[in-house]
């Protein structure tokens, strides 16, 4: 098992640091920039739960450190591999080896550009979509609005005028957006926020489920696939006529059982707006006077 962790160990830290590498050719060869992107407002579509900028086919997906291409997208951007990679865990935990490339420029949208994107490539199990991850989201502030399905893109130096009247989910790690929760009486340590992922509100480990069902029966539940790297596993959804999330009272909650704490989309879009301040580390979720 000593042999095994080692194994693991050392390739992990030879994946980070041919990823710096990689950072610093970007930074050499980009005119002196990492990741760049143009800003502005956009518009976007909600597919299957997703935030998809519908003319790429591109997803927001702040629980992936580093962005990701579908394979046949990648062969039609003038990009070159430059012998790099990265070591990825999928959802059963099965750490997997994917190439890096460095990509001088994606068009997510008519104007919406990014520059000096290092991704993989990576085609799921269930649909053909490419993502935006937290190397690139963590380099600006984004406004969603759910009620026209638009976002404000702007420099992480500029603030939003967040209502009195909200929620906020603190991070520490900039591309690693992981958070505290108190559900009920228990405090959850660790839970990634996550916009790729839909079809339930949380997703909770066994033993964490096991101290929810201390506090909340469930009044339901049901089978599902779960879909990740090439991977797939069938788990449990659990329904919840109400569950009080750090001391606000949430109605049909859906919490899905799986390897670790996760906040998804069905829980974001329980509000009309969502701002990731990525210079304080903030998401934001409120609602519109009514």
């Known amino acids: 098992m000593l042999c095994i962790y080692v194994v693991i160990l050392l390739w992990g830290t030879l994946a980070y640091c041919k990823r710096n590498i990689l950072q610093k050719y970007v930074y050499n060869n980009g005119n002196g920039t990492l990741v760049h992107i143009s800003y502005g407002n956009y518009g976007f579509q909600v597919n299957d739960g997703y935030i998809i900028f519908h003319k790429s086919g591109f997803?927001?997906?702040s629980g992936c450190s580093s962005s990701?291409?579908?394979p046949d997208t990648l062969l039609h951007l003038p990009n070159f591999n430059v012998q790099a990679s990265i070591c990825i865990t999928d959802v059963n935990n099965e750490i997997k080896e994917y190439p890096l490339y460095f990509v001088p420029t994606i068009?997510?949208?008519?104007s919406l550009i990014v520059r000096n994107v290092v991704a993989y490539p990576f085609e799921w199990t269930s649909n053909k979509t490419?993502?935006?991850g937290m190397d690139i989201i963590s380099t600006a502030?984004?406004?969603?609005?759910?009620?026209?399905?638009?976002v404000n893109i702007t420099p992480v130096s500029e603030t939003a005028i967040i209502p009195q009247k909200h929620i906020t989910f603190s991070y520490t790690k900039t591309k690693d957006p992981l958070t505290n929760l108190v559900i009920g009486n228990n405090v959850y340590d660790n839970v990634l926020l996550d916009m790729g992922m839909v079809d339930w509100d949380m997703c909770l480990t066994d033993s964490d489920l096991s101290l929810l069902f201390q506090n909340y029966i469930p009044i339901d539940s049901s089978e599902t696939t779960s879909y990740g790297h090439n991977s797939s596993y069938t788990t449990t959804k659990y329904y919840f006529d109400s569950v009080s999330i750090d001391a606000e009272i949430y109605r049909d909650i859906c919490i899905r059982k799986g390897s670790k704490n996760i906040i998804g989309m069905d829980f974001f879009r329980r509000f009309d707006h969502l701002f990731w301040d990525s210079k304080n580390k903030k998401v934001y979720l409120w609602n519109d006077e009514k």
Do not use: G, L
Not at 141 to 150: C, D, G, I, S
């Open 107 to 110: 068009k997510i949208d008519d």
């Open 130 to 132: 490419s993502a935006i």
């Open 68 to 70: 990701y291409i579908v």
């Open 59 to 61: 997803i927001m997906d």
């Open 141 to 150: 502030n984004w406004h969603f609005n759910f009620n026209n399905n638009t």
